[in-house]
């Protein structure tokens, strides 16, 4: 099939995308990488009257190392995040996390920005972005605003961002100390999304106790979700202690979106996703404690 037709915008800046997108209204839509949006409008899963292709702006590219701070343009392709050495020393997971997507053909023109705001629940960087605390950065004609991952994703293909928004950038927090990182998650093939998976951090302190923990949760409900009482459960425990299959279980225990279709039960999906949960654990504190 091919998509209903529309008119398409090539803006040269943040400032005019942002006026487009004002004037044009609820008709318009931002297009990065297209790597999901596309294949939508070609299914006819969605129509809009305007595509405001931002993915030719310089502001909205690159890759800024801030100390602290990991600060990744919306535009940026996947790929650029594949094998970089800056990005595997300072944010571990998005390193980790990225051959997961798709294939290469898929990370050579999807964009982080890009994924983040099409917020599917079964994709990797929203995961990423909830478990890391991350920081998603807006421009609208009235200004910037700065809006966390936990209040980012509020709906199956929904967020935050006002209709006349650009998201901006991504600001991904560097760990340190003594952490371990490890993405795991189950799919029919390799590039399909995932039917259930999992993201997680550790951070180990003096006896090798949990300082820190996130567990972030794929395909697992209606939107990215964090696993809150696992992470409570394990922090402040010291490592060799700890039941991974019971922490596993207790993070999708109080799931109750679970998706269910043809490829497999709601209940099928929580016990899948409990034993992504435990088999990430266990190679994140096996890489903390090596240091």
């Not at 928004?165 to 590039?191: D, I, N, Q």
């Not at 010291?238 to 991974?244: I, Q, T, Y």
């Not at 497999?264 to 034993?275: F, N, T």
Request: glycine content about 10%; proline content about 4%.
């Amino acid at each position: 099939m091919k998509p209903s037709a529309f008119e398409y915008h090539v803006p040269q800046s943040v400032d005019e995308a942002v006026r487009l997108l004002a004037d044009l209204g609820d008709g318009a839509k931002v297009l990065a990488g297209g790597q999901s949006l596309v294949p939508m409008l070609s299914l006819r899963l969605a129509y809009f009257d305007h595509l405001v292709d931002i993915a030719r702006i310089p502001e909205l590219q690159g890759i800024r190392m801030d100390g602290d701070s990991v600060t990744i343009g919306a535009t940026t392709v996947d790929a650029d995040l594949e094998g970089n050495g800056d990005i595997a020393a300072k944010v571990p997971l998005l390193a980790k996390v990225t051959p997961y997507i798709g294939h290469f053909q898929i990370r050579n023109k999807g964009t982080v920005g890009g994924s983040i705001a099409h917020a599917d629940p079964a994709a990797e960087y929203p995961a990423v972005a909830l478990a890391l605390d991350a920081e998603i950065e807006a421009i609208s004609p009235r200004g910037r605003r700065t809006i966390a991952a936990s209040d980012f994703f509020v709906g199956f293909w929904t967020t935050a961002l006002e209709s006349d928004e650009v998201l901006a950038s991504v600001r991904f927090p560097v760990w340190s100390g003594r952490t371990g990182f490890a993405v795991k998650e189950f799919a029919r093939r390799h590039g399909d999304f995932a039917l259930a998976g999992a993201v997680v951090g550790v951070q180990l302190g003096a006896g090798d106790t949990v300082e820190r923990c996130t567990i972030g949760l794929i395909a697992l409900g209606p939107t990215p979700l964090r696993a809150s009482a696992a992470e409570q459960a394990m922090t402040g425990k010291a490592a060799s202690e700890l039941d991974l299959a019971e922490i596993g279980r207790l993070a999708v225990s109080d799931l109750t979106e679970v998706p269910s279709d043809l490829h497999g039960s709601a209940d099928y999906r929580k016990r899948v996703g409990a034993a992504m949960v435990q088999r990430a654990l266990q190679e994140a504190i096996e890489e903390a404690t090596r240091g």
